[in-house]
């Protein structure tokens, strides 16, 4: 990043009441370049304060580059299928802080588990 970069910058504190609230510019964007909601903002764990949304195409990585900066504790993975379990391919974007992650499918394409560059 150098100092002339005009690409917003993704909040790392979202509003205290809606903790995924600094993702939604990138579901916005997301849903702007074609993409679904699958199942919006929802907990996985009554137990746990997390959030996720599940997209349902892959996230449109090169495109979230161009257009946003990310704070570091925003990363982005890839996790590949397993064999003989049913989860498949997935990429997470998610807030490592706060522990809130947007789910989308993994390209068909895609070969490298770990984490991605943003």
């Given at each position: ?16 009441d ?21 199942s ?33 504790t ?45």
């Amino acid at each position: 990043m150098t100092s002339n970069d005009d690409r917003p910058l993704i909040s790392s504190s979202p509003d205290p009441d809606r903790p995924y609230s600094h993702l939604e510019p990138v579901v916005a964007a997301e849903l702007s370049w074609g993409n679904r909601v699958l199942s919006n903002w929802g907990r996985t764990d009554p137990l746990l304060d997390d959030r996720t949304l599940s997209l349902m195409r892959p996230l449109h990585i090169d495109q979230l580059r161009q257009t946003f900066r990310f704070p570091p504790t925003i990363r982005l993975y890839a996790v590949l299928p397993r064999p003989g379990y049913r989860e498949k391919g997935r990429l997470l974007l998610s807030d490592t802080e706060r522990y809130v992650t947007i789910y989308s499918p993994l390209p068909k394409e895609w070969t490298q588990a770990g984490e991605v560059a943003l």
